[in-house]
Structure formats: C-alpha cells, structure tokens
C-alpha cells in the first residue's frame, strides 16, 4: 500500500482512501496541483494538505471536503494532490523538509508508526478525545507504540478479485469458493481465448505483494503473517516457500502483458474484456467510468486451508499532520472535521463511494457491491492492511523485488528467499 496506496502502493492514485484510484494512466501520474500552499498561505494561516488522492473523483471529492471546512469558519485549509506513486517516494522529504505542509493523506499501522517512532508525527490525542464514537480497532491502529494517536482514520476499503458480471454470465463460470474452484475458473477462461488474470506491475510492483499478503494469510494465518513483517519470522522459512509453491500453480494464467505495464492499464485491460479478473482494491471503481459500475462485482481470495481462520485486507486510510507544524491548534481543528460524518458523507457521495466510512454513524453506500464488500469484512477472523502498511515504506521495496523476480525466474524461490530475508534484515536492523 502500497499500496510502494499501497496505496498502499496506491492503485490509482488513492488509496488510502479508496486507497489507491483513474483509468487514464496519463492523468493519474500526472502531479495536480488544486491550491497548492504557497507563502500567502501560510502567512495568513492556512492549513496545508498534501493528498496523494489523485483519481479525478477522489481529488474532486477531497477538494468538496476542504471547501466545506473553509465555509463553516473554524479555519482555513488549502490541497495540494501530488500523483500517487510521486507522493510516495517524496513523502519522507516532505516529512522531513525545513517548512513542511501541515496535513497529509496516508495509511494506519505500522507505516504511521514508522514516522512517529523518527518523532516527525503530530500527537494527535486530544483530537481522539472527541472521537468516541470511534471503535477501539480504529484507535489501535491509530496508536503509536508510546501510546499517543498519530493517525486519524477516514475511510477502509477491501480487496478482492474484480471482475464483470457480463462477462462471467458470457462466458458461462461463476465465482469460485476453494482453490480448486479458482483453478478451474483459470483453466475455463483460458480455453476460451482470455488471459484470466490481471496485474500490473510496471512502475506499480507493489500490487504483487497483494498476492503474497492473501497466499500467506490464506496459508499460515495473519499472526504469522504479522509476525514476518515485524522481523519476528524469516522469509526463507519453509512456511513462506509453501506461499510460493501454491502461487507457482496459477502463474500460467497471468496476464503475460501485465508484467509490462501499470496496474492502471491492468484495470483498463480488465474493463475492456482483456483479462478475466484482477485482485486489487476498491480504490480502482474511481477510474471506471460510472456506466461500468453497476456491472462490477468481486469475490473473496479463494480459501485454501479451512482449518485456518479467514482473514481479508482491510486497509484504513486517513490522515497524519507534521510534528512541525506551525498551526497544531489549525492542524488539529481540520483533523477533527475530516473525521466527522459530514466530511466522510460527503467523501462517499462525491467518489465513486465503494469505499466504507471510519465514522461508525457515517452512512456507507447501499450499493449491492459496498454491502457485499461490508459484509466480507464483517465475517472475517482478522484483518490485515497490506504489505507495507502491515511492515513499513521501508520493507516495500524488498517485496517488489522478490516477487517480481519470483514471477519471471520461479525456480529460482529459494535462492530469492534468501536474498529476500537479507534484504529485509538490513531494513529491521537500520
């Protein structure tokens, strides 16, 4: 999540909120500026936000949202929305600059942990005091290891394989349960002349950690899963190679052109009836034209082991502010309108809404999809957020590396594993 939004590792630029979200690669990593802070700004104290939401509907929503604080009195904000995979690398410049903004978009956990433990994150505290309407899973992740909240969330989101309805009822195959199900599906599919998988990794490797992220929970369960993103277990650990055995099953099945190019032109791929499905996050509906989302649907990551408890990628999205702000008391008065039914309301009606409010009285919409996603997330075990988000920025880059290189050399996994376990070794010892 990113999504290296991811998203996170962002799908379409969103992502965190909605996560990851525009079909049109060139307008999605393409930088727009909506009100960018500049010196006027700040002199007059003006919040400053940096929003990698950058899908013309998440941007358009996000900009609804600031005007509404402005209008309302209690202070004055102004958005700067950066492309996703631009805000991603250049957020720990940001963080770090002499005069950074005041607010930015991002992901909870472990991420947001991550800066906070640097000390660049504002204590947030005394902004959760008013928020108890808010469930305790929120506030966990929302908490640093000291204890103080860094983090305000907004909305979450889910993953699943995408796919058309028109084409699935075309081509005569519904959605699989098992594995074995799955299998079949891919070996139907492509006996009909399509690719049955989609994903797009060109410039967006990060999207192959969701298939790790679902093969090892799937597998070895979510605290095992936890527990190798923190460095408590090794990658090279046969329980991790059992990931890659089974992945190794579906790999003919794969979109050979998705290696190639982004996820973004992997979700135009699969709206024009070039690939069957593509497991990505709901933040992609952003890009679809809206005649097309009425025949979406997805269905949950195949169970493989029923003996494990079903866990599914839940990321939340939302906000984090500089530790050196110069309006904390500005800063922390537009946190708390961003976790307000209203701004998240108006968030849902302004986006393509397939994403669920943070604020429990926040209504979600009632679209078959959103209620289907909601009550998957309802029944699962545990929840998870995503590779990066669930470890750090940091640890990204070495899923990109391993798993791109397990899909192109696949009998090189154990020789990738260990590289991947040094790797990730440098990452927990720096």
């Known amino acids: 999540m990113s999504d290296f939004d991811p998203s996170r590792r962002r ?26 802070s500049g010196p006027a700004d700040k002199a007059s104290g003006a919040i400053s936000l940096q929003s990698n939401l950058s899908s013309p509907q998440a941007k358009a929503a996000m900009e609804k949202i600031i005007e509404n604080f402005n209008k309302q009195g209690s202070g004055r904000a102004t958005v700067n929305t950066i492309a996703s995979e631009t805000y991603r690398t250049q957020l720990p410049t940001y963080l770090t600059s002499a005069n950074p903004p005041d607010l930015y978009t991002w992901y909870a956990g ?75 599906l891919c070996q139907t599919l492509k006996s009909k002349g399509v690719a049955p998988i989609g994903i797009g990794l060109g410039d967006t490797p990060w999207v192959a950690s969701a298939w790790f992220d679902y093969l090892n929970i799937r597998i070895n ?82 169970i493989i082991d029923p003996a494990v408890p079903v866990a599914e990628e839940a990321p939340t999205d939302g906000f984090f502010a500089s530790a050196k702000t110069a309006n904390p008391a500005g800063t922390k008065a537009l946190l708390t309108y961003l976790a307000s039914v209203q701004a998240q309301e108006t968030y849902i009606q302004s986006s393509s809404g397939i994403v669920l409010p943070a604020h429990p009285k926040a209504k979600a919409a009632d679209s078959p999809l959103v209620v289907k996603g909601k009550a998957m997330l309802d029944n699962a075990k545990e929840l998870t957020q995503f590779f990066n988000r669930d470890s750090s920025d940091a640890l990204q880059p070495t899923a990109d590396t391993a798993l791109t290189k397990f899909i192109d050399k696949p009998d090189q996994i154990d020789a990738i594993l260990r590289e991947w376990q040094a790797g990730a070794e440098k990452v927990f010892k720096g």
């Not at 307008?27 to 909506?34: V, Y």
């Not at 699943?160 to 195959?173: C, E, I, L, M, P």
């Not at 090279?236 to 190794?248: E, G, N």
Request: positive net charge; proline residues 6%.
């Open 110 to 184: 472990s991420v947001a942990n991550n800066y906070a433990s640097k000390n660049l994150l504002l204590d947030v505290s005394d902004v959760w005091r008013g928020l108890g309407d808010y469930p305790q899973s929120l506030r966990n992740i929302s908490t640093d290891p000291t204890g103080k909240q860094i983090f305000v969330p907004m909305t979450n989101y889910w993953w699943g394989f995408f796919y058309r309805k028109s084409n699935f009822a075309k081509w005569g195959v519904q959605e699989p349960k098992t594995w074995a199900e799955f299998i079949t």
């Open 11 to 36: 799908f379409l630029g969103h992502l965190g909120l909605a996560g990851v979200g525009a079909l049109g690669a060139s307008s999605l990593l393409s930088a727009c500026a909506s009100s960018a």
């Open 221 to 302: 369960g979510a605290p095992f899963h936890r527990e190798l993103l923190a460095g408590k277990q090794r990658f090279d650990d046969p329980k991790v190679k059992a990931v890659f055995a089974r992945w190794r099953e579906v790999l003919p099945y794969f979109d050979p052109k998705g290696k190639a190019y982004p996820f973004q032109e992997a979700t135009t791929a699969l709206l024009a009836n070039k690939t069957g499905m593509f497991l990505i996050g709901t933040f992609f509906a952003d890009a679809a034209p809206k005649d097309a989302l009425g025949d979406l649907d997805f269905f949950q990551f195949p």
